[in-house]
């Protein structure tokens, strides 16, 4: 029987509608939303002859709006739980930040640093693909193991290898991938894509996340990876809005992993190709597989076209090349 996780999310009530459709593209499910002025409104409704109300229902006229949710005490759950985190620390750094209020996470029967680091309980090692075996820095190897070894700590990153959009991207690149590659990880999270990329033969990676401590993160698995420094550069920040951090980016590249949420991926599609090689790949991921068609469609209006699309769960991830 599987435990569950309530969490809530404190906002406003003009962001309600924008927050519940973001945290769906980033799985989940269903929500509870609780709104002081739509109950106003309800109170206010002149049609409506109120004789009694209860007073637990009366207590939503002065409550905070909030989304609640709840997530699997599991792995998966864990994984979903750093996504989420993510978005809110974006949505925290947008210029409209204020729209969407405080943005106060908590999570119900359990503290949220307690939960954020239960998930170490979950994460063992196991194989990727055909070629990649990931564990976490605690945990021993076999005595016998003829896979590549990419070591992953992912803290409050996403990015473990179990969630399926990331095994997805993981899975996709094999038949892509190169020796001296030059990768581009947009929403790098702990940087296991570009990492592993890079334990494979790829030759240099630049990692670009909106979150400082995904930034952080994915530089120190990159050392624990024996990266060099110099190979893996890592910046934060909004390519869609800061054209100086584009500069830095630069182009030439033979491969793009972009393991965001679908509207993070429209917003992007027309910038894509201005970072790829002729001949280079997009592999995309995130999608909820009922927005895939829309992702796709609006990356075949910038150039791109489809090689490949898996799906696994509820979930979508692309390979794509520019068209000819």
């Given at each position: 029987?599987?435990?569950?996780?309530?969490?809530?999310?404190?906002?406003?009530?003009?962001?309600?509608?924008?927050?519940?459709?973001?945290?769906?593209?980033?799985?989940?499910?269903?929500?509870?939303?609780?709104?002081?002025?739509?109950?106003?409104?309800?109170?206010?409704?002149?049609?409506?002859?109120?004789?009694?109300?209860?007073?637990?229902?009366?207590?939503?006229?002065?409550?905070?709006?909030?989304?609640?949710?709840?997530?699997?005490?599991?792995?998966?759950?864990?994984?979903?739980?750093?996504?989420?985190?993510?978005?809110?620390?974006?949505?925290?750094?947008?210029?409209?930040?204020?729209?969407?209020?405080?943005?106060?996470?908590?999570?119900?029967?359990?503290?949220?640093?307690?939960?954020?680091?239960?998930?170490?309980?979950?994460?063992?090692?196991?194989?990727?693909?055909?070629?990649?075996?990931?564990?976490?820095?605690?945990?021993?190897?076999?005595?016998?193991?003829?896979?590549?070894?990419?070591?992953?700590?992912?803290?409050?990153?996403?990015?473990?290898?179990?969630?399926?959009?990331?095994?997805?991207?993981?899975?996709?690149?094999?038949?892509?991938?190169?020796?001296?590659?030059?990768?581009?990880?947009?929403?790098?999270?702990?940087?296991?894509?570009?990492?592993?990329?890079?334990?494979?033969?790829?030759?240099?990676?630049?990692?670009?996340?909106?979150?400082?401590n995904?930034?952080?993160t994915?530089?120190?698995?990159?050392?624990?990876?024996?990266?060099?420094?110099?190979?893996?550069?890592?910046?934060?920040?909004?390519?869609?809005?800061?054209?100086?951090?584009?500069?830095?980016?630069g182009?030439?590249?033979d491969?793009?992993?972009?393991?965001?949420?679908?509207?993070?991926?429209?917003?992007?599609?027309?910038?894509?190709?201005?970072?790829?090689?002729?001949?280079?790949?997009?592999?995309?991921?995130?999608?909820?597989?009922?927005?895939?068609?829309?992702?796709?469609?609006?990356?075949?209006?910038?150039?791109?076209?489809?090689?490949t699309?898996?799906e696994?769960?509820?979930?979508?991830a692309?390979?794509?090349?520019?068209?000819?």
């Amino acid at each position: 029987m599987t435990d569950w996780i309530e969490v809530k999310i404190i906002t406003e009530t003009p962001a309600l509608e924008i927050l519940c459709a973001l945290l769906t593209d980033s799985g989940v499910k269903g929500f509870v939303t609780q709104d002081k002025e739509s109950f106003q409104e309800f109170l206010d409704d002149k049609e409506g002859k109120w004789d009694y109300i209860d007073e637990d229902l009366m207590q939503l006229s002065s409550c905070d709006t909030s989304v609640t949710f709840y997530l699997p005490d599991d792995a998966q759950g864990a994984e979903q739980f750093a996504s989420v985190k993510n978005l809110l620390e974006t949505l925290k750094n947008r210029e409209d930040a204020a729209f969407f209020g405080s943005l106060a996470l908590s999570c119900n029967n359990v503290k949220e640093d307690d939960w954020a680091n239960n998930w170490k309980q979950y994460f063992k090692p196991f194989p990727v693909g055909e070629k990649l075996y990931i564990k976490p820095s605690w945990e021993p190897l076999p005595e016998t193991i003829d896979r590549t070894v990419l070591e992953i700590d992912p803290a409050s990153s996403f990015g473990t290898g179990q969630h399926h959009t990331t095994r997805l991207c993981l899975e996709l690149s094999e038949s892509v991938l190169k020796e001296h590659d030059r990768i581009l990880d947009l929403g790098c999270g702990s940087g296991i894509l570009s990492i592993g990329a890079m334990l494979l033969g790829a030759d240099e990676t630049c990692a670009v996340d909106i979150v400082d401590n995904s930034v952080r993160t994915a530089l120190e698995n990159a050392q624990k990876n024996h990266i060099r420094p110099e190979a893996y550069r890592a910046y934060c920040g909004d390519i869609c809005s800061n054209p100086e951090l584009r500069q830095k980016i630069g182009t030439g590249y033979d491969l793009i992993y972009a393991n965001i949420v679908a509207d993070v991926l429209i917003a992007m599609a027309g910038l894509f190709g201005s970072f790829l090689k002729s001949t280079g790949y997009l592999i995309v991921s995130g999608i909820i597989i009922e927005r895939a068609d829309e992702v796709l469609n609006e990356l075949e209006k910038h150039g791109f076209e489809k090689i490949t699309v898996k799906e696994k769960e509820g979930w979508a991830a692309a390979l794509l090349k520019q068209k000819a």
